[in-house]
């Protein structure tokens, strides 16, 4: 638990990009040696920025219901990892928050990974989660990756941001709660059972 517990240390202190910053830097990250799951979703919001607890907004409760976990479990860290593509605020643009600083996830992310050795499934939250990690073999669009999730093997499982602005996706797209939503807590389960 120490090497992880510096390379959070460093992450925190962390201040590449922090001209880039409107709030400054805040880097929210969570996780443990122990974690079975990976959170990679794509950058804190202003609140979480606030607040320094990763989806402690609207976005954070939808993707609990998805799960079908508790708050208690979701921020237990010896079983769920959590980590940005942008571990910072990115700040606002024209249409929501702009995309996550482009340092961030080649700096920190194979660090981290190197420090979760017993992760055994990733979510790929969003475009950009989805774009990094699964690169070529990620589909044209979002809804094209998602609609594909059972064919990124057991480790990876793409889903759409839980957002509240993507509501009307979730309403043109029923399959995804009826198919993924499903598969998604049948898969998680099993990984937050303490051993």
């Keep these: 638990m120490e090497r992880i517990d510096k390379l959070f240390e460093q992450i925190r202190a962390c201040r590449l990009c922090e001209t880039h910053l409107p709030l400054g830097p805040r880097p929210v990250i969570r996780g443990a040696e122990s974690a079975r799951l990976l959170i990679i979703g ?69 660090k981290v990974l190197m420090s979760l050795p017993n992760i055994e499934l990733t979510l790929l939250i969003g475009q950009y989660a989805q774009a990094y990690y699964l690169r070529d073999a990620a589909r044209g669009s979002l809804t094209e990756t998602v609609k594909c999730w059972d064919g990124y093997g057991p480790g990876w499982l793409p889903l759409p941001h839980p957002s509240p602005r993507n509501t009307l996706w979730l309403k043109k797209n029923p399959w995804f709660e009826q198919e993924v939503i499903p598969h998604l807590r049948q898969r998680v389960a099993p990984l937050l059972v303490r051993p």
Excluded: N
């Design 42 to 110: 794509q950058a804190p919001g202003s609140r979480v920025h606030a607040s320094g607890i990763p989806w402690d907004d609207p976005s954070g409760d939808r993707l609990r219901h998805w799960l079908g976990v508790d708050k208690a479990t979701f921020y237990d860290e010896s079983r769920i990892a959590i980590m940005p593509m942008g571990l910072c605020y990115p700040g606002k643009g024209k249409s929501g928050d702009l995309p996550p600083r482009p340092e961030c996830a080649p700096t920190w992310h194979d």
